[in-house]
């Protein structure tokens, strides 16, 4: 595929869809920077993932080494400070009478789009891409469509840039997501998603499961091995 002049920036947390999210602009644009964010999540091993699925990723096609440019992380444990939720906390996770997972960090995706218009300011990159969908999600309100394009709107008013955010994932479901992987890398894309990227909410990489490692109960597990065996069965 032709490579856009644009160059991107991707939110990749070594997760399953900013993984997907990474090799989608590989393959779109010629210049893709990578950031994640810190925020002392329990699930901190997708942030140890991250290196190994860039270096990894890069040899799949041969223009992609060429295309993949700097790595950032950048410490956000303020939200983890001021937020008490599963996600950073020990503690259960559960659904609230609004039907919100405690899993929910207020204000995350906000944050995270902020400090990455900054990052892309910074560093000329005209795209921001993440893996936010809001068609098979926990219910995050921060993933709608909506949100995300009320953000792009705030975000280019306020640094006075014309940055646009791409969201390749917001009308996939999971199995879609897992079909994705394999039309942009095939099977050797699948494989590195299964064997390198950590969607656990838990941070368990204890069990392997023909979807990848995971305690296999927690939404975010649920999530991923739903979708696998319906891209599986449709396969
Ligand atoms: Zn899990």
Same mark, same amino acid.
């Given at each position: 595929?032709?490579?856009?002049?644009?160059?991107? =920036?991707? %939110?990749?947390?070594?997760? +399953?869809?900013? #993984?997907? /999210?990474? @090799?989608?602009?590989? @393959?779109?644009?010629?210049?893709?920077?990578?950031?994640?964010?810190?925020?002392? +999540?329990?699930?901190?091993?997708?942030?140890? +993932?991250?290196?190994?699925?860039?270096?990894?990723?890069?040899?799949?096609?041969?223009?992609?080494?060429?295309? =993949? &440019?700097?790595?950032?992380?950048?410490?956000?444990?303020?939200?983890?400070?001021?937020?008490?939720?599963?996600?950073?906390?020990?503690?259960?996770?559960?659904? $609230?009478?609004? *039907?919100?997972? $405690?899993?929910?960090?207020? &204000?995350? $995706?906000?944050?995270?789009?902020?400090? !990455?218009?900054?990052? @892309?300011?910074?560093?000329?990159?005209?795209?921001?891409?993440? *893996?936010? /969908?809001?068609?098979?999600?926990?219910?995050?309100?921060?993933?709608?469509?909506?949100?995300?394009? @009320?953000? +792009?709107? !705030?975000? $280019? %008013?306020?640094?006075?840039?014309?940055?646009?955010?791409?969201?390749?994932?917001?009308?996939?479901?999971?199995? !879609?997501?897992? !079909?994705?992987?394999?039309?942009?890398? &095939? #099977?050797?894309?699948?494989?590195?998603?299964?064997?390198?990227?950590?969607?656990?909410?838990?941070?368990?990489?204890?069990?392997?499961?023909?979807?990848?490692?995971?305690?296999? %109960? /927690?939404?975010?597990?649920? %999530?991923?091995?739903?979708?696998?065996?319906?891209?599986?069965?449709?396969?």
């Amino acid at each position: 595929m032709a490579a856009d002049g644009e160059r991107a =920036l991707v %939110l990749f947390s070594g997760g +399953q869809d900013s #993984t997907t /999210c990474l @090799a989608w602009a590989l @393959a779109k644009y010629r210049h893709v920077e990578t950031v994640g964010f810190d925020y002392c +999540q329990r699930h901190g091993v997708e942030l140890k +993932q991250r290196p190994i699925i860039r270096d990894k990723i890069m040899r799949l096609m041969p223009q992609w080494p060429e295309r =993949l &440019g700097d790595d950032h992380t950048i410490d956000l444990s303020v939200l983890g400070a001021m937020s008490d939720t599963a996600m950073t906390r020990d503690v259960e996770i559960a659904t $609230n009478e609004k *039907g919100l997972p $405690n899993t929910f960090v207020p &204000g995350r $995706n906000i944050i995270f789009l902020t400090f !990455a218009a900054a990052l @892309a300011y910074r560093r000329g990159l005209k795209r921001i891409v993440g *893996g936010m /969908c809001e068609t098979d999600f926990s219910g995050y309100p921060d993933c709608r469509d909506d949100t995300i394009k @009320a953000l +792009q709107v !705030a975000l $280019n %008013l306020g640094i006075e840039s014309r940055v646009v955010i791409e969201t390749p994932l917001m009308w996939r479901d999971k199995a !879609a997501t897992w !079909a994705l992987s394999h039309e942009l890398g &095939g #099977t050797a894309l699948v494989d590195l998603v299964v064997e390198d990227t950590h969607t656990c909410y838990l941070g368990e990489r204890g069990e392997r499961h023909e979807w990848g490692y995971g305690c296999g %109960l /927690c939404p975010a597990c649920e %999530l991923r091995a739903r979708g696998w065996r319906e891209w599986r069965s449709a396969a």
